[in-house]
């Protein structure tokens, strides 16, 4: 496909349980969440490398330039969204397993776009642990004119990319993060639904397919609107605010094994 315009800590005690530790630090909305049936958990491993990919959601200003992109566990290089928190409380729980994270979103992308540069941003990076956040472009770029793909475009393009993943990285273990959007803050209003739900239930059934572990960020969101509205968690409906990024981060870090 030819390129298309792109728009532009909580401490660990030893002696306490983790459940009790997740009753205290965890909001009501993401205990609920999790009140479902839950997902499958990822085991880290020692010299684990964790990527973080997708949009400006992931990218969340990070450096992108190669000589602060390729230094693993920089903060500047990791943005300041959910991927910088939760790399910060996997590297604060993990210590002693020498663990490489990196952040290689980029503000504006769809999927295609994630393939165009899958080699260089994924497959050489050689991940053992691969989290992808991917869809809502795909669906907001049709709505400004500037993008034609469709559902069928988007679940086509995502399947091809596991695939390609899973045949250079046979074992790399996935975490798919639903894409969502809440409703009636400015950018996301009306013509965001029912439609946008295609997308989301493709990315489930994605994640379904290729044994990947779910965040259902949808639900986290509308369930979160039970403590504070849609405007404190998000500034325009998509991208998060500090607490928004808090919540996914936890939610992210709820995937894995502790």
């Known amino acids: 496909m030819s390129q298309q315009p792109t728009f532009v800590r909580r401490t660990f005690l030893k002696n306490a349980s983790v459940g009790t530790l997740a009753a205290i630090t965890m909001p ?20 684990d490398v964790i990527l973080f990919q997708g949009d400006s959601i992931t990218d969340a200003g990070r450096k992108k330039d190669p000589k602060d992109a390729n230094v693993p566990n920089s903060s500047g290089a990791l ?11 996997l590297l604060l729980r993990h210590a ?24 260089a941003d994924c497959l050489d990076l050689k991940p053992t642990v691969l989290s992808i956040l991917i869809g809502v472009n795909d669906f907001w770029h049709t709505l400004t004119g ?9 679940t086509d393009d995502f399947t091809a990319l596991l695939n390609r993943t899973r045949q250079r990285l046979p074992d790399v273990k996935l975490i798919v993060g639903e894409p969502f959007a809440v409703p009636g803050v400015k950018a996301v209003d009306e013509k965001w639904f029912p439609a946008f739900k295609d997308y ?6 994605i994640a379904a397919q290729f044994n990947a572990t779910l ?7 509308d369930q979160a609107q039970k403590q504070a509205p849609g ?25 894995i094994k502790s």
Request: a positive charge; glycine letters at 8%; charged letters at 15%.
């Open 215 to 221: 965040i259902p960020y949808q639900r986290i969101f």
């Open 146 to 154: 500037k993008y034609q793909g469709t559902v069928k475009t988007y």
């Open 28 to 47: 009501s909305a993401l205990l609920a969440a999790e009140a479902s049936p839950k997902a499958q958990k990822i085991s880290l491993a020692p010299n």
């Open 96 to 119: 002693d397993q020498n663990l490489t994270i990196y952040n290689r979103g980029i503000s504006g992308n769809k999927v295609y776009q994630l393939a165009e540069r899958w080699d």
């Open 79 to 89: 943005g300041s969204g959910y991927a910088y928190l939760a790399a910060a409380e």
């Open 231 to 255: 405007s404190y968690w998000t500034g325009d409906g998509v991208h998060p605010s500090v607490a928004g990024n808090q919540l996914m981060a936890q939610a992210w870090l709820e995937t």
């Open 200 to 205: 989301q239930a493709a990315a489930r059934s």
